[in-house]
């Protein structure tokens, strides 16, 4: 206990030390770990697609193909009974993860996986996709729309999706399919207005939504894109490596600094308990 009492500053410049390591360190810790996680998936994904059966492909594919058939006859189906959100939820799933496929977004380096449903649980470590719109297999009169979280903590998704101009292209990869669609049209609405989520005739379109302003989240940012040409060589491959993002490098930046502070506070209350050492030991001495 004596020990304890005599050592209390030092402790609690660790304590201190330990919280600020852990603070900044945790948002790239936990967002490169649903990066890879979301690889581990998407590897899985594509490994399943490669060895499929070529009837089991053709009948899934066929299915999805159906029930976008039935949309662009029908429209959106906003409101859906069980039994109809048995039959999506069991279309183009070949992973039993509810994982449909993935999305790439160049432009702010995403690789992420759609999954089937928009569920909080889906939201906090992928891309879901909105029911009752388009499944993602692309073709006439169809309209995909994918939804995805911004500013969580634990992973980035949709956090720079704002940084998308007109112009720029994401890829969907579903099957052994990838899908190219470029961004013809953003906006910004509230999140019941379902206007700009719409159906056109022999269009093939792909909306991709988050929540905006950042952090605030009022408002739903709708970044549509149409579909085109996949540019020449273009593969569908998945890519072992990973580059390295400065936020993952911060953490090792910040710690080393954080040290020296620490030792230099160290030193600090060494030298001022050393002074009050020495003053209460020339005061002994006067008094003896």
């Known amino acids: 206990m004596d020990w304890i009492k005599k050592h209390a500053s030092t402790l609690v410049l660790c304590l201190v030390f330990l919280i600020g390591v852990g603070l900044i360190a945790y948002p790239s810790v936990a967002d490169y770990y649903n990066s890879w996680l979301q690889r581990n998936v998407i590897s899985s994904y594509a490994e399943k697609v490669v060895h499929m059966d070529t009837d089991r492909y053709e009948e899934i594919r066929e299915a999805a193909k159906e029930y976008n058939e ?58 879901g996709h909105m029911e009752g719109t388009s499944l ?27 940084r998308l101009v007109e112009g720029d292209t994401f890829a969907i990869n579903i099957l052994d399919m990838t899908l190219t669609y470029e961004v013809d049209q953003i906006r910004i609405v509230n999140p019941d207005d379902l206007t700009e989520i719409t159906l056109e005739e022999g269009k093939d379109y792909c909306t991709l939504v988050t929540c905006t302003p ?34 993952y490098i911060a953490p090792f930046v910040a710690v080393p600094i954080l040290i020296l502070l620490l030792i ?9 308990t050393g002074r009050n050492g020495g003053e209460n030991n020339e005061e002994s001495q006067k008094n003896y």
């Not at 970044?223 to 040409?229: K, Y």
Request: hydrophobic share 35%.
């Open 264 to 272: 230099l506070m160290l030193i600090s209350t060494r030298k001022k």
């Open 70 to 127: 039935d949309i662009a006859a029908h429209g959106f189906k906003w409101t859906m009974s069980d039994e109809d959100k048995g039959k999506y939820n069991s279309i183009l799933d070949i992973s039993d993860s509810s994982a449909m496929g993935y999305i790439e977004i160049p432009k702010i380096n995403e690789k992420l996986v759609i999954y089937h449903g928009t569920d909080e649980a889906v939201l906090r470590t992928g891309v």
């Open 136 to 162: 993602p297999i692309g073709g006439e009169t169809s309209h995909c729309v994918l939804s995805g979280h911004r500013g969580l903590p634990s992973a980035k998704l949709f956090s720079n999706l704002d």
């Open 214 to 247: 950042y952090g605030v989240n009022t408002h739903r940012l709708l970044v549509r894109g149409h579909r085109v040409e996949n540019p020449d060589g273009e593969a569908n491959v998945v890519a072992d490596a990973m580059q390295i993002e400065p936020i």
